[in-house]
């Protein structure tokens, strides 16, 4: 079936330092793998994404990496700042218009 | 450009009432979906709208029910509301094809007592 694992639930780090988010995916047909980051009381926006022909993409301080053969896709932040602090959501497609969500993972960054 | 816009905010209905929540989009997008959030279950999909004139169950449809009114406008109908559909809704919207990003709208926050 459909199904995207996101781990860990909860992460806190320092300000400054990294953080890293995992998610796997069933279905080897997915190729498409964006990240989404929602502040509390507010929509899900969408941060960085890759396809299945890419191993690695960066923007600035956030990189998302992918190993098509593992099933499995990383969001990486670096040097963290406060305003990181929110939910994160990685998301896979099946091969059709629809996106299915992993179940979000809650940064909290200590100053 | 507004992006995604989604009525209303809030809204808090009796067991058994009925409303329609409404999503409209400026961005010419394709595609238009229906998500349900619940604290701890991420976003689940209720239906979605590859095209105007085409909708499609997603993960948990029942209960609900959609219209793909135009290419802009896709609205949510819950026939006779029930508690457990106290939720966030959020409208999304993306291009054709598979490996396009969605957008979403600022969310309803429904509350059925």
């Known amino acids: 079936g459909e199904n995207v694992e996101q781990h860990p639930s909860t992460l806190s780090v320092q300000e400054g330092d990294s953080a890293v988010i995992k998610c796997t995916y069933s279905d080897s047909a997915s190729n498409y793998f964006p990240w989404y980051k929602q502040e509390l009381g507010k929509r899900p926006q969408l941060i960085i994404d890759i396809r299945s022909n890419v191993g690695e993409k960066k923007d600035q301080r956030i990189a998302v990496t992918l190993n098509k053969t593992a099933k499995h896709f990383s969001l990486h932040i670096t040097e963290t700042q406060p305003e990181d602090s929110a939910v994160y959501f990685c998301a896979a497609n099946f091969g059709n218009e629809k996106l299915t969500f992993g179940t979000g993972t809650r940064l909290t960054i200590i100053p | 450009n507004a992006g995604v816009t989604q009525t209303p905010k809030f809204q808090v209905l009796k067991t058994g009432q009925s409303m329609t929540l409404q999503c409209a989009q400026d961005m010419n997008h394709n595609s238009m979906y229906w998500y349900r959030q619940d604290p701890g279950m991420g976003l689940r999909l209720i239906y979605y709208s590859a095209s105007e004139g085409t909708t499609d169950k997603g993960e948990v449809p029942n209960g609900y029910n959609v219209s793909r009114l135009n290419k802009r406008e896709f609205s949510l109908r819950l026939e006779s509301a029930a508690p457990s559909q106290t939720s966030v809704y959020f409208c999304?919207?993306?291009?054709?094809?598979?490996?396009?990003?969605?957008?979403f709208g600022p969310g309803t926050r429904l509350t059925v007592t």
């Open positions: 999304a919207s993306s291009e054709r094809g598979a490996q396009r990003g969605q957008y």
